[in-house]
């Protein structure tokens, strides 16, 4: 796997993605294929425990090039990913019009969304254009934030917003993109609004 970086968070789960380091390359392949048929069916958050522990050995898979390998078969419906050839297991996040839906082994944009399905197009792209306003209150400059009057007040208020519309994207949008994957990966979180997955409603 690659190197951490210095911080506490990543270095942490390098340690948590040793234990695939230590599988041989057919284990791994197997490991890789059951657990994409336990997932399969539906939308999932980004801070899953089953979804973390698939990404770590994901990410060991393809340095390893293990889907390449065909040493094991990924269940029915599972595409491959024009990125890196790995099952399509596509993560959806708040950068969408820019990334597309994102693969999971690789982190290249898997599905650009030019290429998402027509009727899915226009929610996707109405539902993150409101949200990049929501999230730019965290990077407004010293200007923005005067003319705000209280900035501490208009950050908070813009968390609960953040709150209210990733549950959106959760709960509306990502099962509407099950019609066209069989699994998707929603993100429940934003570190620049201090929104943590606890804050969006299950």
């Known amino acids: 796997m690659s190197e951490p970086s210095d911080a506490p968070l990543d270095r942490l789960w390098h340690e948590y993605g040793r234990v695939f380091e230590g599988f041989d390359d057919l284990t791994l392949a197997r490991w890789l294929a059951q657990t994409l048929g336990q997932i399969e069916g539906r939308a999932w958050r980004f801070s899953h425990p089953l979804l973390g522990a698939y990404r770590l050995a994901a990410q060991a898979g393809h340095e390893r090039q293990i889907w390449l390998k065909r040493l094991a078969t990924p269940p029915h419906g599972y595409t491959a990913a024009p990125c890196c050839r790995a099952p399509l297991l596509p993560l959806f996040t708040r950068d969408v019009l820019d990334t597309g839906l994102v693969c999971q082994h690789c982190n290249g944009t898997a599905v650009p969304f030019e290429e998402i399905s027509g009727e899915l197009q226009q929610p996707l792209r109405a539902w993150a254009e409101e949200y990049a306003a929501i999230h730019a209150v965290a990077h407004w400059d010293d200007r923005q934030r005067k003319r705000a009057g209280n900035y501490d ?42 929104v943590r997955p606890e804050d969006v409603d299950g």
């Open 153 to 194: 007040r208009a950050f908070e208020d813009a968390a609960v917003k953040a709150e209210k519309s990733l549950f959106i994207a959760g709960h509306t949008l990502a099962p509407r993109l099950l019609e066209h994957f069989p699994a998707v990966v929603w993100e429940d979180q934003d570190e620049c609004l201090e």
